[in-house]
């Protein structure tokens, strides 16, 4: 049983248990850890990546209740192989080009180990005061390295904050722009406030503005086009804006977004803040995804115009070797948030907060209690340095243009919008005779990428998924998995050639064969028909 | 350097670094960190509880901005000792009897570091069935061994969900609640809602009520009395209500919390219900400490009632040896937290999804992004079970009622309220001249506590904190750090009253020398004899 086993005395009395933080047991259990996630890591490209388990799968393999009796590591650990890996989709693996990356490091992991060790309630300065000044610390760094505006720094009277995930961060911004405007035009016309974005915006918005009590049908998602690259024109809002003036609705907040979730599209912020700051509204920029790339200077124009926005955030879980959650929020006037997000309980009272010499982090959040997240990104930028960071994003990058140039060069392929970091949003065109059709095969061409997507998937050999952007549904390929090399692109490409041939091939059966049903096959016959010819395909 | 330097080649042209998450690195720097975090508790004991640094020590000691190369990882945990361990306060040290404990644990460390190996981004059930599956598994045991009623369970039709904190439980709770009432009376009626609690209620609720657009001034702190042991009174309740809804307001949200934080009262749960039934409002029981406990037979009553209110949720990363964050929350109707915080982009469509047969638990919390939080649970459970867990809140329980002894013997000080679980509420008593005062002498009491308090955490020996109860100023003396065992308490207890002795003596010889003062000597003197005699009451 281990020394984590209750100890029964002879007459049945059970002692009080060994202490369940005892440093040798840590010491014992812990190196089991490390090599069990270490080999774990050394074999996670031999697993399907995306989990091919049934819904309910978890719950026949586990007791209806918690043991009553301590059970030892070693039995815990082998149900993680045996029930929990085959129910994992692999993010870590070196063939995942799904959603976006959640990039690992062992830095990462050591900051996180760290930070879970000292399992400090970082509330406010006092409660630990490495974790507020190092937060501030790395926080002026990063916003250095991405050449964000002196503003968003400590050092020029903003600062940053590392929040959970982007959602609340956009959360605690819309509040402090709410309370900020309601402040001065009165609580009662919190229905009056409207909130700006692209039908390409994260749903994050939307949810963070429902959850802040804006009126659903005041959230606008302004169209977009292919011809701006699906990034946020600025007239369009500046009319979208003129409109709710007009109709006595008060603008609020815009968020702007660099690298969409859907195709990673950009809005021009220099444009869009122009129009903003006509009505005075807080601008957002939501670089969830593509923050990380802009410490590479190739990048940074991206971002350029950032210095008239409010509020800038970046996810480090997402591209930047920090391990979930941890996104990074820049402000200008953090007392916004403070104004809007403060609470002064009596038993939280001390003097380093009455000194006003310090940041108190729980009023610039959601929840109270905080996590000593800044640990992770600091061990994440001293162990791998500025200039490693950004070899491996450009290493990603430069992978993805080659995925890119495979599909580019076959011209069955096409590269549907243009790639500006890691990712490659693709398609098979669709058959030649669909694209006759009135909505030029748009149906028929999505229904072939969405059975073309299932089928790379089921292979379990990588995992990638998709988007709808005008219209068309497209495979996202979004490479930044920090085990991925370039070998694993050449075969994940070698895996969508092999998959649409036979998809391909087994459309063109299928065409041939409807022709011959009108004639008069059974439906049976047309079936195995199918199914004998597609297998010729796969195995040509 | 170590293997993560950049490697220079001899023209000066950086290879591509190493892979961040190459496996054997992994394995190397993972091990030298969990001896490192192994030896921190094996020493912990050692450093000031209380963190002794001034506000503004680390930007001192720390470069300007990130370095541009990397730097080996012994030099980063040189840097962990020297410069961010003295920033350190010691929640885990075993003198640690501050707010509430962050008790920490082996299994619960292992847990997270499962959960940061894997780094899955859990948002719907897809993205990493194993992730979803086991938080309702371990969600249900969590219920059964808290014997909360079947309604609130999955296999109830309700469900248990794990939430960062307290914080987001409420704020998801009440926007349920509030978009539930508004679907019905109007979404112009947010300013109409309002939402109770007693005056004991975590500010938690004010912040979260507030985030929701829930109007400052509808949010009611309802007076408690010392006779009701600082409960809400369901009368007191039912006048609130009437009062309100006689204004044309819509009462909306009850939140009624079992162990407050300034002196873990109780709020009658059944009687609150009762009276919250009559205008159908949604009742929350906030159980953040005091939850744990409850898996104690003996305890179970201090929820009784539960099962007429709509959500219950306590936070395992405070006494349940789970590392921060993990608030669990279940709800009886899941339903209205979909109604009011699902997103269904094109990009996470899905058909696990589409079935039905599955949870999405972005759809249960503010973020989409969530970490696997329920491996830390479920090792938890598992590798301590039932009959242990016990076990330990009972270890705790008992050196808290040890400590309650010692101040309940001792004449000079008092137990300020009854104490219900591991935590005692006392207070040095004013001396016999000043409780002749019109207050009773309530103000120097208040004010030689608050220098009680204060001279025993400049020493660096234990970390209390305070809280005002009733007008009362109190020491909160909370057991429950993983590593506390009696001798620790009884040390504790020793440093009491060396400090109370001192302080006293001082309080005399400040009294005397005022008498003298009076009769003309200088302040120069006084002052200098006060020191005098109160080191030699130090040294006494």
């Given at each position: 049983m281990g020394s984590l086993g209750d100890i029964t005395l002879e007459n049945n009395n059970v002692m009080c248990p060994p202490n369940p933080l005892d440093p040798e047991e840590f010491r014992r259990q812990g190196h089991m850890m490390v090599d069990f996630i270490a080999d774990y890591y050394h074999d996670v490209d031999k697993y399907p990546v995306l989990s091919q388990v049934s819904p309910g799968y978890l719950r026949d393999l586990l007791p209806d209740s918690a043991p009553n009796h301590a059970e030892p590591i070693e039995a815990i650990l082998q149900d993680v192989r045996n029930h929990i890996v085959p129910g994992i989709?692999?993010?870590?693996?070196?063939n995942y080009f799904a959603y976006f990356p959640s990039s690992g490091s062992v830095a990462g992991f050591l900051g996180e180990m760290l930070s879970v060790g000292f399992n400090?309630?970082?509330?406010?300065?006092?409660?630990?005061p490495a974790a507020t000044e190092l937060e501030t610390i790395v926080m002026d760094w990063l916003g250095k390295m991405l050449s964000l505006p002196k503003p968003f720094l400590f050092s020029g009277g903003g600062g940053g904050v590392l929040q959970g995930t982007t959602c609340e961060g956009i959360l605690c911004t819309v509040t402090a722009a709410r309370d900020k405007v309601l402040n001065k035009i009165g609580?009662?016309?919190?229905?009056d406030l409207v909130i700006y974005s692209s039908d390409q915006t994260h749903c994050a918005l939307k949810k963070a503005a429902q959850i802040a009590g804006i009126r659903p049908d005041n959230i606008r998602a302004l169209p977009t086009r292919q011809r701006d690259a699906f990034g946020l024109c600025p007239e369009t809002l500046r009319s979208a804006l003129a409109a709710d003036v007009s109709e006595g609705l008060v603008p609020l907040y815009l968020c702007a977004t660099v690298g969409t979730t859907s195709s990673t599209a950009v809005d021009p912020l220099r444009g869009l803040c122009e129009v903003a700051a006509e009505h005075d509204i807080w601008v957002h920029v939501d670089a969830a995804y593509a923050g990380s790339a802009c410490i590479c200077p190739e990048f940074r124009h991206f971002i350029d115009g950032v210095e008239n926005a409010s509020s800038f955030s970046f996810n480090a879980h997402k591209w930047f070797f920090t391990t979930l959650d941890c996104c990074c929020l820049w402000v200008k006037e953090p007392q916004h948030l403070v104004n809007a997000l403060s609470t002064n309980p009596e038993y939280l009272r001390n003097k380093a907060t009455e000194s006003k010499k310090v940041v108190d982090f729980k009023d610039w959040q959601i929840a109270l209690s905080r996590r000593f997240r800044a640990l992770k990104l600091w061990m994440v930028l001293r162990s791998y340095g500025v200039a490693n960071l950004r070899n491996f994003i450009r290493s990603h990058v430069n992978m993805a243009e080659l995925f890119e140039g495979f599909v580019a060069k076959d011209?069955?392929?096409?590269?549907v919008v243009p790639r500006n970091f890691a990712m490659v949003c693709f398609r098979l065109l669709p058959p030649l005779g669909s694209r006759?059709?009135?909505?030029?095969?748009l149906e028929t061409a999505n229904a072939i990428n969405k059975r073309l997507l299932d089928a790379m998937n089921a292979t379990g050999k990588i995992y990638v998924t998709h988007a709808v952007v005008g219209g068309v549904y497209i495979i996202r390929f979004a490479v930044g998995a920090s085990l991925t090399e370039e070998r694993h692109v050449r075969s994940a490409w070698s895996l969508v050639e092999e998959q649409a041939e036979a998809l391909l091939a087994e459309l063109e059966v299928q065409a041939a064969l409807q022709e011959k049903a009108e004639a008069g096959l059974t439906e049976f016959n047309v079936h195995a028909a199918m199914q004998e010819q597609a297998g010729q395909a796969v195995h040509a």
């Open positions: 989709t692999h993010w870590q693996s070196p400090v309630v970082g509330f406010n300065w006092m409660s630990s609580r009662d016309r919190i229905g011209e069955r392929f096409e590269v006759s059709a009135r909505d030029g095969g």
